[in-house]
């Protein structure tokens, strides 16, 4: 059982990628407010105050109606149609500073969009920034353990067992918020507006259970909770941005959609708290008065980050992630990059193999760029293109499934076509030795697929209709995402001139 300086097992292992995370459902029993064990926050007698919003309810606009729009970091003409119950001809047409082969948005750009009106628009009120939200730039600087042993509350005395080492609970949540790349921020917040955990001397009674609400067989205890949780955020907030997301739907089991104007953000939140929480709990934590208060307190204004995705953002050069010559399958096409589901960010690519399975291999996975090896741990690594040794700021490629043997080690530099490692099984479980690729930029993981495809030589990678499908084409050839690595998925790496 978990206790503080002392050991826990969990019953759940933290599981890396794709079916890693076993037995996520995103759904939650229907709660009961009256039971403090689920709300630590909310006493028996405790009266909900009512909801705030600094806004009024949009009015039933005319088909086509043009209203304002202020774009935001991240912001791509096909995620702005599909809110908007719009086109992106639509957009262009009363737009036409925007060129039709824009990427992403400049921040602050002032947009005209002709609106389509769709019922159950939900608040408007906007809890967070994305700049704040992802592990990114905002995040340089913060010291987890520093920050949480200052402060009163029991987290700072918690120890778990936790993806096989003894971690305290700042050293679990640094370990979740970079394999998630979420802002250690916001995973603090959500276990103090949830459990108490940075200013409550005693713990809730059910840390051993149900921490934070989501009642799953396999999920007992803070870990593996928080886990959930982090993989939750980042399917409402990658959702929202890849058009995945358009409906929360609550216990009660009625439905509402993002308002058009909301932000990636806030939505993930409110993704986030619409599984755990009844309706007239969940309206009084996305007011101003809910989650952001207790997140203002601890950290203060969070509207003060610079956007971290810029205007036209466009992905460097890259390489095929093996040796120039060779021949390997194309084994998983767009899916996760870390966790189960959104966002769709990582491509799998595997050797040719005679046994099968996770044999040892001699073939090399490489350097799609040149850059520096910012992050080095079992079974993966990060490499930063920017060389600034810091994997919350520009272009970095995340390795997963590299062996122990000879991999590259935290501070080389390398040249694209240098060797990183051999493919194999570490890192988590998988069903035979292969790479997972994925993409980020400032701490925001980049969709495989999409507005800015992955292009690895020249060979851009194309969605399926569910994960680990899809496609890699160049000019008129097309290999096909196939696990078996049949004829279909073979491709190979050009040599490098000497």
Excluded at 193 to 213: C, M, R
Excluded at 271 to 295: A, C, M
Excluded at 345 to 373: H, K, M, N, Q, R
Excluded at 450 to 466: K, V, Y
């Amino acid at each position: 059982m978990p206790r503080f300086k002392g050991l826990f097992r969990n019953h759940g292992r933290f599981l890396l990628q794709g079916l890693l995370i076993l037995g996520i459902l995103l759904s939650a029993c229907i709660p009961q407010i009256q039971d403090p064990d689920r709300y630590p926050f909310l006493t028996v007698t405790q009266t909900l105050p009512p909801a705030q919003s600094s806004v009024s309810e949009r009015p039933v606009y005319s088909p086509g109606e043009l209203v304002d729009y202020t774009a935001a970091a991240g912001d791509t003409l096909p995620n702005l149609a599909y809110r908007f119950n719009t086109s992106i001809d639509e957009i262009l047409a009363e737009n036409p500073i925007i060129p039709k082969d824009a990427t992403t948005l400049p921040p602050e750009l002032p947009m005209r969009i002709p609106i389509y009106y769709e019922a159950l628009w939900g608040s408007q009120f906007q809890i967070l920034p994305n700049c704040t939200f992802v592990n990114g730039p905002a995040q340089i600087g913060f010291d987890v353990t520093e920050f949480v042993e200052s402060q009163p509350g029991w987290f700072k005395d918690y120890e778990q067992f936790a993806a096989d080492e003894q971690r305290s609970g700042a050293e679990i949540v640094n370990y979740i918020s970079s394999r998630f790349s979420i802002s250690p921020r916001v995973l603090l917040a959500v276990l103090e507006y949830q459990t108490g955990a940075l200013s409550s001397p005693l713990p809730p009674d059910n840390l051993e259970a149900y921490p934070l609400g989501y009642i799953n067989t396999g999920y007992h205890g803070l870990y593996i909770q928080l886990v959930w949780a982090a993989n939750t955020l980042n399917q409402g907030y990658y959702g929202w941005l890849t058009n995945h997301l358009d409906t929360l739907e609550y216990l009660d089991q009625t439905i509402e959609h993002p308002d058009p104007w909301q932000n990636a953000a806030t939505v993930a939140l409110q993704y986030y708290f619409s599984r755990l929480e009844p309706k007239e709990v969940y309206d009084q934590t996305i007011s101003p008065t809910g989650f952001l208060k207790t997140y203002q307190t601890y950290f203060g204004d969070p509207w003060t980050c610079k956007p971290h995705i810029p205007g036209s953002l466009r992905q460097p050069p890259l390489l095929l992630p093996f040796e120039g010559g060779k021949t390997w399958a194309f084994t998983g096409g767009p899916h996760t990059g870390w966790g189960q589901g959104d966002p769709w960010a990582a491509l799998d690519f595997a050797p040719p193999s005679e046994a099968g399975g996770c044999e040892i291999t001699s073939e090399w996975a490489v350097a799609a760029a040149s850059g520096i090896i910012a992050k080095s741990e079992p079974g993966l690594i990060e490499l930063d293109l920017d060389g600034d040794r810091d994997p919350h700021t520009g272009w970095v490629l995340l390795y997963l499934h590299l062996g122990t043997q000879n991999k590259a080690e935290a501070g080389d530099l390398v040249e694209a076509g240098d060797y990183l490692g051999h493919p194999s099984c570490e890192g988590g479980e998988s069903t035979g030795s292969h790479i997972h690729i994925a993409r980020k930029f400032n701490g925001e993981w980049i969709p495989a697929s999409g507005i800015i495809p992955f292009n690895l030589d020249g060979w851009i990678a194309h969605s399926g209709s569910t994960e680990y499908r899809g496609t890699l084409t160049r000019f008129s050839e097309t290999v096909i995402a196939s696990v078996d690595a049949e004829e279909k998925s073979l491709l190979s790496a050009r040599k490098l001139s000497p």
